[in-house]
């Protein structure tokens, strides 16, 4: 959320029609430059608009609401949004031996998002790029204190598909023809884990899942 966003109960209360005249005022006037909350509300007022509010007992319509709201906004704020005009990173871009790992820079309009996230003392790098028949590529390198992390393996499960485990012997490994779906990445370094990252592909975006549990 933006700085000058409102919170979640007011949003929700305009929704439901309980703000006055001149807090309605300011909520539209904020709506409609802040796209993030224009978003936000199209969103919610479709799923919204599959309730039926009226049957709700426990919790009260206008709890009902927010809690919609905030799981909208909780979602977008975990989205990184396809892009066509990313740079690769330069580690992927050095010179490799194996001929699927080319360096080469992604041509133009292609769509890609880069990724970083820490695991323990380890520090994963993740561009991926969507590729043809609606596959992606994802390629990963692993830091530790800035330097290439050793004895690292990783492992790339797909919710419902097969798990692929790669010992990182290179700058970087490349997992392709990744489908849309939802993943966990799981690390370890030494035969000790790491950490594990969840995320999930698809038309939108890459969107990472705060369920970081083994």
């Known amino acids: 959320m933006r700085s000058g966003c409102f919170d979640i109960t007011t949003l929700a209360e305009y929704i439901d029609e309980q703000l006055s005249a001149r807090e309605k005022s300011a909520v539209e006037a904020h709506i409609a430059q802040c796209d993030e909350c224009m978003e936000t509300f199209a969103v919610s007022k479709q799923i919204l608009a599959g309730m039926d509010l009226s049957k709700q007992r426990v919790p009260a319509p206008l ?18 949004r396809w892009a066509t005009d990313l740079t690769p990173p330069a580690w992927f871009m050095a010179p490799n031996l194996s001929p699927v790992r080319s360096g080469a820079a992604a041509p133009a309009g292609v769509e890609a998002v880069t990724v970083e996230r820490n695991l323990d003392n380890l520090h994963a790098e993740l561009y991926v790029q969507r590729t043809k028949a609606e596959r992606s590529m994802m390629a990963i390198r692993v830091l530790k204190e800035s330097e290439p ?14 798990s692929m485990a790669r010992f990182l012997n290179e700058e970087y490994e490349v997992f392709d023809r990744l489908l849309p779906g939802a993943y966990r990445l799981r690390l370890e370094q030494e035969d000790r884990l790491k950490g594990v990252y969840r995320f999930e592909l698809d038309d939108e975006g890459f969107h990472e899942r705060e369920d970081d549990t083994p």
């Open 63 to 80: 709890a009902v609401i927010a809690e919609v709201l905030s799981g909208v906004r909780q979602k977008a704020r975990s989205l990184i």
């Open 149 to 162: 992390a050793k004895n690292v393996s990783i492992t790339l499960s797909r919710e419902g598909g097969r």
